[in-house]
């Protein structure tokens, strides 16, 4: 069954600090690996996409960093603000039915 | 992306009644999908809706339950029926361009009592 593993559940960090969100996946077929972040009573919104050509993007302060051999990616927040208080999500999908297996979520708190 | 608007946002409905969720977009897309988002859970897929053809529904996911149309390029409707209290989510209309990024509209809060 094609999973998706995120931790941590929830996360909480300082005005200025790092947040690191971990996934993991399963299906070697995955080719597409987006993070979508998540404000209280709105849609998921695509923050950042990686593909496994390449083991790290960074759109400004956000990374994803890419490991292919251990099937894992990462986002990280450089500098993180209040208002990225969110629920980020990590996905993944693979071939041409561009279907996202989404992550369980993490619930991202930064205090000022 | 293509603006996607969604209609209702939210609704409170009673049980047993079925409630239609449309979804509009405002250029033509190639795929439209439909998720669900239970209460503080992550994003399931119910089905890809396929423009002038019955829709792919997921595992766990029935026409006679979710019945889709989508038809044409920009417009798309979901139908929850027969509804209980389990199906108390939010229902999101999502749409892909050939790159494989996915974008979301920003849901239909549906609450069945």
């Known amino acids: 069954q094609q999973q998706v593993k995120q931790s941590p559940q929830s996360l909480i960090v300082q005005k200025g600090g790092i947040s690191i969100i971990n996934c993991a996946y399963e299906?070697?077929?995955?080719?597409?690996f987006p993070w979508y972040q998540q404000f209280p009573g709105k849609g998921p919104a695509l923050l950042i996409a990686?593909?496994?050509?390449?083991s790290e993007k960074k759109e400004g302060r956000f990374t994803i960093s890419f490991n292919k051999s251990a099937k894992q990616f990462s986002l990280h927040i450089m500098d993180s603000q209040p208002g990225d208080s969110a629920t980020y999500f990590c996905?993944?999908?693979?071939?041409?039915?561009?279907?996202?297996?989404f992550g369980k979520g993490t619930l991202l708190t930064v205090n000022p | 992306s293509a603006v996607i608007s969604q209609k209702p946002s939210r609704d409170i409905c009673q049980r047993g009644t079925s409630l239609t969720i449309q979804c509009q977009v405002d250029?033509?897309?190639?795929?439209m999908f439909w998720y669900r988002q239970q209460p503080g859970q992550s994003l399931t897929l119910i089905a890809t809706?396929?423009?002038?053809?019955?829709?792919?529904?997921e595992s766990g996911f029935v026409i006679d339950k979710f019945p889709i149309s989508r038809p044409n390029l920009t417009f798309s409707t979901l139908t929850v029926s027969n509804m209980s209290p389990e199906d108390s989510s939010i229902y999101l209309c999502?749409?892909?361009?050939?790159?494989?990024?996915?974008?979301f509209g920003e849901g239909s809060r549906l609450t069945v009592l």
């Open positions: 996905a993944a999908t693979g071939g041409s039915n561009y279907k996202l297996t």
């Open positions: 990686i593909r496994p050509d390449v």
């Open positions: 299906n070697t077929a995955f080719d597409y």
């Open positions: 250029s033509q897309v190639t795929m």
């Open positions: 999502s749409h892909t361009r050939a790159g494989g990024e996915l974008f």
């Open positions: 809706a396929n423009q002038g053809s019955e829709a792919t529904y």
